[in-house]
């Protein structure tokens, strides 16, 4: 569920997969940096995933909230079963 997403990544604020496309989420980073807060989001693909194996996504190109700001990124979570290693 990738909305469970900012439970373990505290930087990211919220995912939403979107109603009308499930294909895509966006994203939501919140943090204080530099002595401010600073909020931003982009939209990313979310890639097919490998049912109790993997969920994978990549950011779509354009979609920054911030003007000027690009957000390329791409990132996967695996899942292992406990003590499988």
Not at 46 to 52: A, D, M, R, V
Not at 58 to 70: C, H, L, T, Y
Request: glycine share 8%.
């Amino acid at each position: 569920d990738r909305e469970r997403i900012p439970r373990w990544m505290p930087w990211i604020k919220s995912v939403k997969v979107q109603e009308e496309d499930t294909r895509m989420s966006k994203w939501t980073l919140a943090t204080h940096q530099f002595g401010r807060d600073w909020e931003f989001s982009w939209m990313a693909r979310n890639l097919q995933p490998i049912k109790g194996q993997k969920i994978h996504w990549v950011s779509e190109p354009g979609s920054s909230s911030m003007p000027g700001i690009e957000i390329a990124n791409r990132g996967q979570i695996r899942f292992i079963k406990k003590g499988a290693r």
